[in-house]
C-alpha cells in the first residue's frame, strides 16, 4: 500500500490564482481530511468528509473547497489564492469501523507558498 | 468543545535522559480516544498511539510510555534514554466518537535532544 499520497510536495502561487492540491489514499478508508499547518498553530481541520458524495466544513473552510467524488480522492481546491493561505497542507484519511478505527494517517505533507 | 493542552512548548534535553510530554485535554463525552504523533525535522506527521477512554491501562512500546489518567483528563508521554533520533515536534490529539467528529490538536511540543 501507498498509504495516503499527496502531490506536488512545494508549489508557488501568485495571489489571485488558483489550483488544485491532490490527495489519495488506497487504503479504501471512509474519512478523508485536510488540515493546514501554521507556526504555533498546530494543526486546524478545513474540511473533512465522510465517503464518497459527503463533504462537511472544518474549523477555517473559508478559501477552500473539496469533493469527494471516490472513495479514493480527495482534492483541495484554493479559489483565489491568498498570502494568508501560505501554508503546509497535509491530507488524511482513518477508517470508520475495526480495529484502527478513527486513527488517522497523514499524507507527506505539501508546502505552499503565496506571493 | 474540545481542548487540548500541551503547556510545554520546547524541552531540551542531553541524549539518553528521561523526558516527560505533557498532555491534557477537555471533552464532554465519554467515549473519546487520544493520540500522539511524531513530527521529525522531515515533516511528515508519524502515528504513534491511540487510546480508547475506557482503556486506562498505561502502554510501553520500546523506549515509549504512555501514562492515561482519566481522573486528572491527562495523557503523557514518556521517552526513556532520548536518543538524538527522537527530536521532533510532539502531537497529542482528541476526537470523539463518531463519523462526525473532528481531530482536535495541541499546538505541540518541540524536543530537542542534544548528543
Known amino acids: 500500500n501507498a498509504g495516503v499520497t499527496q502531490t506536488p510536495k512545494f508549489q508557488v502561487l501568485k495571489t489571485g490564482q488558483s489550483m488544485t492540491l491532490q490527495c489519495a489514499q488506497d487504503?479504501?478508508?471512509?474519512?478523508m481530511s485536510w488540515y493546514r499547518q501554521d507556526p504555533g498553530m498546530g494543526l486546524r481541520l478545513i474540511h473533512y468528509?465522510?465517503?464518497?458524495?459527503?463533504?462537511d466544513q472544518g474549523e477555517v473552510p473559508n478559501g477552500y473547497n473539496v469533493s469527494r467524488s471516490t472513495t479514493e480522492d480527495f482534492p483541495l481546491r484554493l479559489l483565489s489564492a491568498a498570502p494568508s493561505q501560505t501554508s503546509v497542507y497535509f491530507c488524511?484519511?482513518?477508517?470508520?469501523?475495526?480495529?484502527?478505527?478513527?486513527?488517522?494517517?497523514f499524507g507527506p505533507g505539501t508546502r505552499l507558498t503565496v506571493l | 468543545a474540545q481542548k487540548v493542552t500541551q503547556a510545554q512548548t520546547e524541552i531540551s534535553v542531553v541524549e539518553k535522559e528521561d523526558v516527560t510530554l505533557d498532555c491534557v485535554y477537555e471533552?464532554?463525552?465519554?467515549?473519546?480516544?487520544l493520540f500522539w504523533y511524531k513530527q521529525p525535522p522531515s515533516g511528515e506527521l508519524v502515528f504513534l498511539i491511540r487510546?480508547?477512554?475506557?482503556?486506562?491501562q498505561n502502554e510501553i512500546s520500546g523506549r515509549y510510555s504512555w501514562n492515561f489518567q482519566k481522573s486528572t483528563s491527562s495523557f503523557n508521554f514518556t521517552i526513556t534514554a532520548s536518543q538524538v533520533v527522537d527530536s521532533a515536534v510532539y502531537f497529542c490529539?482528541?476526537?470523539?466518537?463518531?463519523?462526525?467528529?473532528?481531530?482536535?490538536f495541541g499546538k505541540g511540543i518541540t524536543l530537542s535532544v542534544r548528543p
Open positions: 471533552t464532554r463525552d465519554t467515549t473519546y480516544y
Open positions: 468528509s465522510v465517503g464518497a458524495g459527503i463533504t
Open positions: 488524511a484519511s482513518s477508517p470508520s469501523r475495526g480495529r484502527g478505527q478513527d486513527t488517522q494517517y
Open positions: 490529539a482528541l476526537k470523539s466518537s463518531g463519523a462526525n467528529s473532528k481531530l482536535t
Open positions: 487504503m479504501n478508508h471512509e474519512y
Open positions: 487510546r480508547n477512554s475506557f482503556d486506562e
